[in-house]
């Protein structure tokens, strides 16, 4: 079942830069040279389906029930090639406690003092926590393991800055096991669950709106959907602008790099907002703010006109793009966004990752392929992300790639390189091939 879990990964997520490890272990009864073994991290499907295959039931009785946790998570943590910089994933399944009475209740152990080589559980989650790495436990028998996994729990939580916490599943389910190994990927990939708030920067507390005071301002609406012809004509801000009201949240609910993301209500209208605000400097903050709703106007162009096109499968569901206006409240300039509600999904990124669990993903992958081939092969609409509504599917905040110059867009626009990352990941699908595009050779 692992084999098959490891192979099915790539297929997938396309374009993830994945690698893998195993490690295994036993108990103190084993000689030392086989008592844990492990296979380095590898991309390589025959190294990993070579080791795992070679596991067996190890020799002797072993005695006891414990096992040699600490030393499996000891070899881990300290013998694996972890890589800086990247999302890291320690799944961990398990038939039985460490060793030492203070982890379990009533389960044979010849060690009840503990780690027979006196490594001990916070010196482990601090190793976790310094990695940056989640832990995800699965668990045989939940009753043998879950005080083990409440005191780690409860270290790990303690030992880092972003609180990380230990998720469980039922390792003997086998949709629960490969449920547990995709989240753990989705999240690694697309921050659902990997998505950390900044401690003391921003409020996931519930807002009184009615003490927060209310706000005047303006807002002005990009043009919208255009020809594809008139793109190249560039963007005029050509809508009136009009006079609103609105009430802020005071401290922002998310941060990323460049930008603060606050809660917005409008209670004339009964409606909530999400607003955007920039960080930087008044000169960049004002050309940040032309270049989403260049980009937004680009994005809602060619997702109409993807809808519109008469080769598209007539079953699939419209694209369309979340409005945003570009609002100056008491002075200060924010992207105003009213809140989506529904579940969100992300399709894929501007580093040329494809997530295929969607049902939508034949669609949005089509449709990013769609927008290079009709722009002449000069630009390609990626990072797509959003929620369906009783119209269709809404995206917000999407990527561009521009062929010949990148960071046009943007940061996030890696230019020819993310097209090419792009097409190395996607495989030409049914809606492809119905709209008759072209097979791209990255």
């Given at each position: 079942n ?6 099915q ?8 830069d ?14 030392e ?18 080791f795992v ?21 000891k070899?881990?943590l ?49 190793k ?20 083990m996994?409440?005191i780690f729990?409860?270290s ?23 449920d547990?190994i995709?989240?753990?990927?989705t999240?690694s ?5 990997a ?7 921003v ?22 959907p ?6 190249q004509?560039g ?7 009009v006079?609103f ?6 401290t ?6 460049e930008?603060?993301?606050y ?8 409606r909530?907002?999400v ?21 937004q ?8 006109d993807f ?9 699939l569901?419209?694209?369309?793009l ?20 529904g579940k969100f ?20 992958q ?5 927008t ?28 561009i ?30 809606v ?7 097979t791209?050779?990255a």
């Amino acid at each position: 079942n692992l084999k098959a879990i490891r192979s099915q990964l790539d297929a997938q997520y396309k374009g993830c830069d994945l690698k893998v490890s195993f490690v295994r272990y036993t108990d103190y009864d084993q000689p030392e040279t086989t008592r844990t073994t492990r296979l380095d991290f590898t991309y390589s499907h025959e190294s990993f389906q070579t080791f795992v295959t070679a596991i067996g039931t190890p020799t002797g009785v072993g005695g006891d029930t414990a096992e040699d946790i600490m030393g499996g998570l000891k070899c881990a943590l300290t013998q694996l090639s972890w890589r800086h910089s990247t999302i890291k994933v320690l799944i961990h399944i398990a038939d039985a406690p460490c060793h030492g009475s203070v982890y379990h209740n009533d389960v044979n152990d010849n060690n009840p003092d503990g780690d027979k080589y006196g490594i001990t559980h916070q010196q482990m989650m601090k190793k976790l926590a310094d990695l940056d790495i989640q832990y995800w436990f699965g668990y045989i028998k939940r009753e043998e393991t879950d005080k083990m996994i409440d005191i780690f729990s409860e270290s790990l939580q303690s030992l880092s800055k972003h609180r990380l916490i230990i998720r469980q599943f039922a390792a003997t389910d086998l949709s629960q096991l490969r449920d547990a190994i995709h989240k753990s990927i989705t999240a690694s990939i697309f921050g659902a669950e990997a998505q950390r708030i900044a401690l003391g920067n921003v409020s996931t507390a519930p807002i009184n709106w009615a003490i927060i005071p209310e706000k005047r301002g303006i807002k002005t609406a990009p043009p919208g959907p255009k020809t594809l012809e008139h793109l190249q004509a560039g963007l005029h801000l050509d809508n009136p602008s009009v006079p609103f009201h609105i009430k802020i949240a005071p401290t922002p609910f998310c941060e990323g790099e460049e930008s603060l993301i606050y809660r917005g209500y409008d209670s004339r209208s009964n409606r909530y907002y999400v607003l955007k605000q920039f960080k930087a400097d008044d000169r960049k903050k004002l050309e940040c703010y032309m270049k989403i709703l260049e980009i937004q106007t680009i994005a809602s162009t060619y997702a109409c006109d993807f809808s519109n096109n008469k080769k598209r499968p007539s079953h699939l569901e419209p694209v369309e793009l979340i409005s945003v206006d570009i609002a100056d409240i008491s002075g200060d300039l924010y992207v105003l966004q009213p809140f989506t509600d529904g579940k969100f999904e992300k399709y894929n990124t501007n580093h040329g990752i494809v997530c295929m669990t969607s049902p939508q993903s034949d669609m949005m992958q089509a449709f990013s392929h769609f927008t290079y081939v009709h722009s002449g092969e000069s630009l390609l609409i990626c990072d797509l992300e959003g929620a369906r509504n009783g119209r269709g599917i809404q995206l917000t905040d999407p990527a561009i790639h521009c062929r010949l110059r990148p960071n046009k867009f943007g940061y996030p626009d890696l230019g020819f390189v993310g097209i090419k990352r792009f097409f190395r990941s996607h495989e030409c699908n049914s809606v492809c091939r119905s709209m008759g595009l072209e097979t791209i050779r990255a």
